[in-house]
């Protein structure tokens, strides 16, 4: 008996499983280009939040404040920079 896994017709099965055009998933390259997507604004988030806190910790109070406090200023000052970049399309 031939094993299920040594078939000669290598482009039908793969890995046990039969292999079938699937047209309407994303191909490889659509999702090399969505991963491509995601870190970018993964980055773009990352150097938005590190801005943030660099602003906030310039103020001579910043180091007089509450945990909570500076956590509460970080988000709003995130949240406002996130507006701005995505109003005007400036990318870093």
């Known amino acids: 008996m031939r094993s299920f896994y040594q078939n000669d017709d290598e482009d039908e ?3 046990g499983y039969f292999m079938e055009e699937d ?11 969505f991963a491509q997507i995601d870190l970018i604004d993964k980055k773009l988030n990352q150097n938005l939040l590190n801005e943030a ?4 910790s310039k103020s001579f109070f910043w180091k007089f404040k509450s945990l909570d406090s500076k956590l509460e200023m970080i988000e709003e000052t995130y949240q406002k920079l996130h ?6 399309g400036i990318e870093e």
């Open 13 to 15: 099965f793969r890995d």
């Open 23 to 33: 047209d309407d998933g994303p191909s490889d390259v659509e999702e090399v280009g």
């Open 83 to 88: 507006t701005l970049v995505e109003r005007t």
């Open 53 to 56: 806190i660099n602003l906030l």
